[in-house]
């Protein structure tokens, strides 16, 4: 019995064996540049929280006529809110009551007065808010800042060394 003669060719072994030996030389060659990129992703993630919990605070403290904090705990990388309950500040019970630890390898610097609680920024109702620089250096020294210039202002990313408080 004759088979039909198909006129499909197909890959030899050592052809295939060929490409995947490209593909991991090529793939050797870019992963090192991809870890970088995924530091320098850490200091900016890290921006993007602090921003994000400032945001909040000032408009929680304006539609709840309540005082907020962004709390700030450089050495140990950590931030969070705490919002004014009668005399004392605690923190609010849904989401944005936990510690926020900043991503691995990120270290921050803040220029807002030490208080004798702790150092913080303040968010009144009236949407006034202590100005503020924070300054998040990653593990490769990249660096991002996070500033509220004035009172009025809200917080936000700004090319570094642009502004001090």
């Known amino acids: 019995m004759n ?5 499909f060719r197909a890959f030899t072994l050592v ?9 991991a030389l090529v793939a050797a060659m870019v ?6 990129f995924a530091a320098g992703r850490r ?7 602090i921003v994000g919990l400032a945001q909040y605070a000032r408009t929680a403290a304006m539609s709840e006529g309540r ?19 009668g005399a004392v500040f605690a923190p609010p019970p849904n989401d944005y009551g936990q510690r926020f630890t900043l991503a691995q ?11 004798q609680d702790g150092q913080y ?23 991002v800042e996070v500033a509220c210039a004035s009172a009025t202002e809200t917080f936000r990313v700004v090319p570094t060394g642009e502004a001090t408080p």
């Not at 088979?3 to 006129?7: A, Q």
């Not at 052809?15 to 593909?23: H, N, P, R, S």
């Not at 005082?67 to 309950?85: E, G, H, I, K, M």
């Not at 390898?105 to 208080?115: I, K, L, S």
Request: net charge positive; proline share 6%.
């Open 15 to 23: 052809e295939l064996i060929l490409v995947l030996g490209i593909i």
């Open 121 to 143: 920024v303040q968010f009144q109702p009236s949407g006034r808010t202590d100005a503020a620089h924070v300054r998040l250096t990653g593990q490769f020294g990249d660096k």
């Open 31 to 36: 992963a090192p540049s991809l870890r970088g």
């Open 67 to 85: 005082v907020y904090r962004l709390n700030f705990d450089p050495s140990a990388r950590q931030v969070w809110l705490t919002a004014q309950s």
């Open 43 to 49: 200091t900016k993630d890290s921006a993007a929280l």
């Open 3 to 7: 088979l039909p003669r198909s006129n």
């Open 105 to 115: 390898g990120v270290q921050m610097t803040v220029d807002a007065p030490q208080q």
